[in-house]
Nanobody, 122 residues
């Protein structure tokens, strides 16, 4: 009923930039928090950045000052601008959204995108 589709990943050299996008679609009534997570090989999935519907943000210490999360509520889309990329940023990046659907009003469920690969070469 709800799909999250990510785009914008790829291969970039250290110091470069990428912009990830994640568009939510389906029977959406509202979306509260949205966020980006990442998982590197052999490591646990970790929070990169999150944003509330009102625009409040929080970031992992490792990306503060380099990454910026934003959202367009009218488009049900969240973005992650990644600057000054480092090889340690290499991972699969996943979009997450807490969604209330029109079929289940009052119920908030977590949804995930399929992931997009970000590779930063040294």
């Amino acid at each position: 009923q709800v799909q999250l589709v990510e785009s914008g990943g790829g291969l970039v050299q250290a110091g470069g930039s990428l912009r990830l996008s994640c568009a939510a679609s389906g029977s959406i009534f509202s979306i509260s928090n949205m966020g980006w997570y990442r998982q590197a090989p052999g490591k646990q999935r970790e929070l990169v950045a999150a944003i509330t519907s009102g625009g409040s943000t929080n970031y992992a210490d490792s990306v503060k000052g380099r990454f910026t999360i934003s959202r367009d509520n009218a488009k049900n889309t969240v973005y992650l601008q990644m600057n000054s990329l480092k090889p340690e940023d290499t991972a699969v990046y996943y979009c997450n959204a807490y969604v209330t659907t029109t079929q289940a009003m009052g119920v908030i469920r977590s949804h995930w995108g399929q992931g997009t690969q970000v590779t930063v070469s040294s």
